[in-house]
């Protein structure tokens, strides 16, 4: 859900409802090291429900499609994570057979 | 008054003066944005900077690039067995790291007993606490061959596993303990016959299986069993016994800790021991003996002189005893932490091995922002 004014779309609060800081605290970090973002926070308005608010302001991009290359950004480093563990955890299978056998 | 106009006119750029560092900055900035630095009191410098344009006026982008990520990320895996590994995760920031922690405790799923229909129990454990104890043991099944049981489903192959639990200690022999290795798979679901008004239907038990769940994947190879053999369960007195079916479903660790496919899963970032100043001889002697995890090693140095080296960093836990003792302590060590360098351990319960759960894990935050990307578009 987005709530943002009419006239001005580079600032706009999001609220994602089932998520908490897990996802909040990585999305936040990836849209301040974008740029375009001149602020990004988040906010759990009450413990009790699962919700979390996130603001994005930007120098004047919209703030759905700074938000959405966020998530993007997020998207494409977790892959590159999970390749890089797959392909070390591979390694580190076939370093200690060769030990096992030498 | 020419040759002022002319020193007005002349372009200037403070980029241009020598002291500026150009590409890189200041020592002391470098460390507070790389490292925390752990004094004897509080650490400090323990936040990451993360805006884009926090050293804009120095002209260093502080952003995050794609390609830079790509080409300073890094893993290496230091152990790796069936329930545990240990590994180093280089050039990422705390807010990830902590995304993959969080989702290894709270939201992978598995599988875990939610349910125990208990037809005798007249051992000394109370019912409710003999439940609590079924649901806590892991269970050595592949969650990602079930579906999550809602609360109008009728429990069936594809969402429960059920266990019978029948121990009986005959009168006149010593107690007996019971392990979690007694709780036998049925792989045809609940044998319990339901009670019903009517008499002439069909007798129909607590599950409703459409086949046997040996038929299913690769069970009848890999038979469903608790992970651990041994785990005690209860304890049974002469004449006493325990007759129950435990079902088991799907399930995530923020509903309850049972369905937490870790132990635990946690990071700690790399510590750094640098010695500011040359430590020699008895201060080295003293040195070395104040560190309890032998982070210290002394090496001769020739003419009968002998000085402290940092032998195992990683070794070091900052328990700041080597900075305690007054403030020249404080001048030859320097305790930091690497801000971006991640000593990343996973204890598995066994129902996974540990390097599926993290993978999973980076998975289920890339479906994450996947559905706000669907979401907002």
Not at chain 2, 102 to 131: F, G, H, W, Y
Not at chain 2, 240 to 255: D, N
Not at chain 2, 309 to 320: D, I, K, Q, S
């Amino acid at each position: 859900m987005e709530h943002g004014s009419l006239q001005d779309p580079s600032r706009a609060t999001f609220s994602f409802v089932d998520e908490d800081h897990t996802l909040a605290n990585a999305v936040r970090f990836t849209l301040n090291q974008d740029p375009r973002v001149s602020f990004c926070g988040y906010s759990i308005p009450h413990p009790s429900d699962a919700r979390v608010n996130i603001r994005v302001q930007t120098t004047g991009d919209p703030a759905r499609e700074v938000l959405k290359d966020g998530c993007q950004n997020l998207m494409l480093m977790c892959h590159h994570v999970r390749s890089t563990f797959d392909k070390a955890v591979g390694d580190y299978r076939t370093n200690t057979t060769e030990m096992e056998n030498d | 008054m020419s040759k002022q106009e002319n020193k007005e006119n002349k372009k200037f750029s403070i980029w241009d003066l020598p002291d500026v560092p150009m590409g890189q900055l200041p020592p002391h900035l470098q460390l507070q944005r790389t490292r925390v630095v752990c004094k004897a009191d509080a650490p400090i410098h323990t936040d990451t900077v993360l805006y884009s344009g926090a050293y804009a006026s120095m002209g260093i982008d502080n952003s995050l690039h794609l390609d830079s990520f790509r080409s300073n990320f890094k893993v290496e895996v230091i152990r790796l067995t069936k329930d545990d590994m240990e590994f180093d995760m280089i050039g990422i920031d705390a807010a990830i790291a902590n995304a993959f922690r969080r989702i290894l405790i709270s939201e992978l799923p598995t599988m875990a007993i939610e349910k125990v229909l208990i037809a005798n129990n007249t051992s000394l454990i109370q019912d409710e606490v003999l439940s609590h104890r079924l649901g806590l043991i892991p269970i050595n099944a592949d969650p990602r061959l079930f579906e999550y049981l809602s609360a109008n489903d009728t429990p069936n192959e594809k969402n429960t596993i059920v266990f019978k639990l029948h121990v009986h200690c005959k009168p006149g022999e010593p107690r007996c303990t019971v392990y979690s290795e007694e709780l036998k798979w049925l792989p045809n679901g609940s044998e319990f016959i339901k009670e019903s008004e009517k008499v002439d239907t069909k007798p129909s038990t607590y599950t409703s299986f459409s086949c046997s769940q040996n038929s299913l994947q690769n069970f009848s190879s890999n038979p469903i069993s608790p992970t651990e053999d041994k785990i005690i369960i209860a304890k049974l007195g002469p004449g006493q016994e325990i007759e129950l079916e435990a079902h088991a479903v799907k399930g995530m660790g923020k509903t309850h800790a049972k369905w937490s496919p870790v132990a635990t899963a946690w990071y700690r970032m790399l510590p750094e021991v640098v010695l500011l100043e040359e430590v020699e001889d008895e201060i080295a002697e003293e040195l070395k003996k104040k560190c309890p995890v032998k982070v210290f090693d002394i090496e001769d140095i020739g003419k009968g002189k002998k000085r402290a080296t940092v032998a195992r960093p990683r070794a070091c836990t900052l328990c700041r005893e080597c900075i305690r003792g007054g403030e020249e302590w404080e001048k030859r060590v320097a305790l930091r932490r690497v801000k971006d360098h991640f000593i990343f351990t996973i204890e598995s319960t066994g129902a996974m091995p540990p390097e599926v759960l993290f993978t999973e894990a980076v998975k289920i935050l890339e479906d994450k922002c996947e559905r706000v990307i669907t979401e907002l578009s």
